[in-house]
């Protein structure tokens, strides 16, 4: 079944694309086809036309410089860009708008709101996420960051590492351990801070692909103001899992469709190279198809939830970890499907993340970028034997995982 739209959705839906076809370059095939040096300078010059137009956080009210737009507005502005291969935002917006703004606006006060939404959206300010360290990955409350009131500041002493695109922002948001007495998921607060100052040194870790996405972030004397704390003091735990829900299931809107893409490209690769002759890659090709519609129907049922006024929690587990085992499978798929070519690449995905971009070239040069970034997708974002626990334990009610002793 397919959802059907007003004629007041078909007419937005017609503006976006107006937009659009008015605003992307002429001959426009999907940011994947920019030449890699190219795609961030197009991505920060479109974040500014975005942002002109009351695009680039369409769900936050218009008053913090957000677009005010329905439930139903914000699903079909991100299907048509998604169509276009066009961004939704810069290369640090997951962060800064699908995080921590939206966070903050769940759970800020009307004077964090009013003080750092509208600085999200001109680009003054900048965010990473900060919550993974060495001893604290798939058990986040292990977490040991340090922060201690010191009259009107909180001084920050520890370390966070896997800090995605931090080298280019000047905020992070961290879960900080407060009280040391607490048991280990209470006793944490989730605290804004800055990262021009003398007490963060943020030093970016380099991939085998010779990219920079991830960083190591330390905090020595760190300090920030002690209002800067989202939610109560010590209890930042419900504060993260917000964060964290919405990071899993905002994606539904968009994931679907660019996984369908994806598959398309394989599914015109094997006919290309006569590798759909082979019975077995017959029926890979169609067990994969089966589980993208499947998943298309989960993020519909996602977006249902949404449209009814629903927060994102524990149950968008389902969704994250549906995504990220499929992608492995199917990836696998692809390097069987090249044989031979599978063995030479010359160049990575333009995309750590998920699929790779929309006109990426339909060949080894990114399906094999993809296959090795599927891998990362199972862990990142919470790995999935810690979304099986959530899903277990938190929607299905089961019993809790034995504990080894102390």
Request: include cysteine.
């Amino acid at each position: 079944m397919d959802p059907t739209y007003s004629a007041e959705a078909d007419e937005f839906r017609a503006r976006i694309r107006t937009f659009l076809d008015e605003n992307l370059p002429t001959g426009w095939v999907g940011i994947g086809a920019l030449p890699h040096d190219d795609v961030k300078s197009f991505a920060d010059g479109w974040r500014q036309k975005l942002a002109a137009n009351s695009l680039l956080a369409p769900s936050w009210p218009t008053e913090y410089g957000g677009g005010g737009l329905s439930e139903l507005e914000q699903v079909i502005l991100a299907e048509e860009f998604q169509k276009a291969g066009a961004p939704t935002g810069g290369g640090n917006d997951a962060f800064s708008i699908q995080m921590v703004g939206n966070t903050i606006l769940h759970w800020g006060t009307d004077e964090q709101r009013a003080h750092f939404l509208p600085r999200i959206v001109s680009g003054e300010d900048t965010w990473c996420q900060g919550y993974s360290e060495p001893d604290a990955g798939s058990d986040l409350a292990n977490l040991g960051l340090r922060a201690v009131l010191d009259g009107d500041e909180w001084v920050l002493n520890g370390q966070k590492i896997w800090t995605s695109a931090g080298q280019y922002a000047d905020w992070i948001f961290v879960l900080c351990r407060t009280d040391t007495d607490a048991p280990k998921h209470r006793g944490i607060s989730f605290i804004l801070c800055p990262v021009d100052q003398p007490g963060v040194e943020v030093r970016p870790i380099q991939m085998l692909s010779g990219d920079y996405d991830f960083n190591e972030t330390f905090f020595t004397d760190a300090r920030t103001h002690k209002d800067n704390v989202v939610g109560e003091i010590n209890g930042g735990w419900a504060v993260a899992m917000t964060l964290l829900g919405y990071e899993r299931g905002e994606a539904a809107a968009t994931q679907p469709l660019v996984f369908r893409t994806e598959w398309d490209k394989l599914a015109a690769l094997a006919k290309e190279n006569g590798a759909n002759k082979d019975p077995n890659v017959r029926d890979r090709l169609a067990s994969t198809f089966i589980e993208v519609e499947i998943m298309r129907y989960l993020g519909m049922g996602t977006l249902t939830r949404f449209l009814k006024g629903a927060q994102p929690g524990p149950s968008e587990s389902a969704f994250k970890l549906y995504w990220s085992e499929y992608h492995k499978r199917v990836t696998e798929l692809a390097v069987d499907v090249m044989g031979a070519d599978a063995m030479v690449s010359h160049s990575a995905a333009k995309s750590s993340f998920g699929p790779d971009l929309v006109g990426a070239p339909n060949d080894a040069t990114s399906w094999l970028g993809a296959f090795y970034n599927a891998r990362a997708g199972t862990i990142y974002a919470g790995t999935s034997q810690v979304q099986r626990n959530i899903l277990g334990e938190m929607v299905l009610g089961l019993p809790k995982e034995p504990k080894a002793p102390k």
